[in-house]
């Protein structure tokens, strides 16, 4: 799409072309709105799928497996089809109350005012820096999305041997990347005791010839012009040297919101996303979010789903269905447990017609206990369960339990009496 393509005035502009934003877009288009448009920012659209070389992304999606840079091509063709006006190289500088955002293009400075604007930016890996780890800065340092680029890509191997850091999902997936570039790992590195992915992964860095070192912790890079080796100390304080020419550090993702947190949307603290409503409103209610920009992290058919959800509730808004949340009452949640990493949404609105609502929780770490929900009043749900760090953790509060939420009117706040494991 051309700057001269490129409209003025729209019904919903997305902010992000990965499979939260193309959902949102297709479902969109399907529901009868005119005028969709979704904006990314590099030169080619399907998110980070893109540079996922290995499957298996799909399933819940087109009922098949594909590997992650033919899903994200699928995405792109089926929003296109259905319509959807896709604007490569381009860049959301900034946005304003009532849906005016400030774009850079190829062709130049532009603006664009939507009646809707959904915010789909994904997220993001912590880097070193974040991560507080001393020594220089020597070439090979990046993270598992940085070398999933390079290799699929840009088809570059930086490195031989390096050492992963981390355990999630992302990690045993730089472990698959490595091994399609030809590249050895040394070791993968957890502070925790157990693999924050799934336990039945542990076996596939052996079977790759990786070892997999537990409760250690990585504490200094060496090398000068690139990397040397890296040092690590386990939970009996034994330090190890291994000899290694890279450091991928993997997981700890971040909601890519930098965008949110420059405007005027209020940001949640524990989530580090914007704070929204069971309808995926922002609070500002011209602006929703949907997909990894809520949290970290979620699975490409999971961001998909929700993008389908957040396009029908933005469908009802645009027909007048849904109350501006500026112009209702709202109930807070809040998180009062260190134990609990967040939840989403944080905000319920309350409207004429109560559905069911359905709250996402983390764990910061493995836990078994009763989570309750209390308002000022006493308690108002609870459940026993257990739950392991980076796990989806929902909880479903009935039409009948969210009627006597609303009817006190009361914040309320979600606990955990928990015995770890």
Excluded at 7 to 18: A, E, F, L, M, Y
Excluded at 22 to 37: C, P, S, W
Aim: hydrophobic share 40%; proline share 4%.
């Amino acid at each position: 799409m051309t700057k001269s393509a490129l409209p003025t005035h729209c019904d919903v502009v997305i902010i992000g072309s990965g499979p939260a934003g193309l959902a949102t877009a297709t479902e969109l288009k399907r529901l009868g709105i005119a005028d969709v448009i979704v904006l990314e920012r590099n030169s080619e659209a399907g998110g980070n799928p893109r540079h996922c070389g290995h499957s298996p992304f799909g399933m819940r999606e087109f009922k098949r497996v594909y590997f992650g840079p033919k899903y994200a091509k699928a995405l792109v063709a089926k929003a296109i089809e259905s319509g959807v006006g896709i604007a490569l190289n381009s860049t959301v500088t900034s946005f304003e109350k009532g849906g005016l955002l400030n774009l850079s293009t190829k062709q130049g400075a532009t603006q664009l005012k939507a009646k809707i604007v959904v915010l789909s930016t994904g997220i993001r890996e912590n880097p070193r820096s974040a991560r507080l780890v001393t020594g220089q800065r020597p070439l090979g340092i990046m993270t598992a999305g940085a070398l999933q680029s390079m290799v699929y890509l840009s088809d570059n191997k930086p490195f031989e041997n390096p050492v992963i850091i981390g355990s999630e999902l992302v990690s045993f997936s730089a472990i698959a990347t490595c091994r399609h570039a030809k590249i050895k790992p040394v070791a993968m590195i957890e502070e925790n005791a157990r693999s924050t992915a799934w336990s039945f992964l542990r076996v596939y860095p052996k079977l790759q010839g990786v070892r997999f070192l537990s409760n250690t912790r990585l504490v200094k890079i060496h090398g000068k012009e690139r990397v040397t080796g890296v040092s690590v100390i386990d939970d009996s304080g034994e330090k190890t040297q291994f000899i290694c020419d890279g450091v991928i550090f993997t997981g700890q993702f971040v909601p890519e919101a930098s965008l949110a947190r420059m405007g005027h949307l209020e940001i949640d603290s524990q989530s580090n996303g914007p704070v929204v409503d069971q309808f995926g409103r922002c609070s500002d209610s011209t602006y929703f979010a949907t997909g990894n920009v809520l949290r970290p992290v979620e699975t490409a058919g999971w961001c998909w789903k929700e993008g389908v959800e957040t396009a029908r509730n933005i469908a009802d808004s645009l027909s007048d269905e849904l109350v501006d949340n500026e112009k209702q009452t709202s109930i807070s949640i809040k998180v009062e447990s260190p134990i609990i990493k967040y939840c989403v949404p944080q905000r319920i609105a309350i409207q004429s017609e109560l559905q069911d609502i359905q709250l996402q929780i983390r764990f910061t770490k493995p836990a078994k206990g009763r989570l309750v929900i209390r308002s000022e009043s006493g308690e108002v749900w609870s459940k026993r369960m257990s739950g392991l760090p980076e796990r989806r953790i929902l909880l479903s509060l009935s039409r009948e339990t969210v009627e006597s939420i609303m009817v006190k009117g009361e914040d309320l706040v979600i606990e955990c009496e928990s015995s770890n494991y």
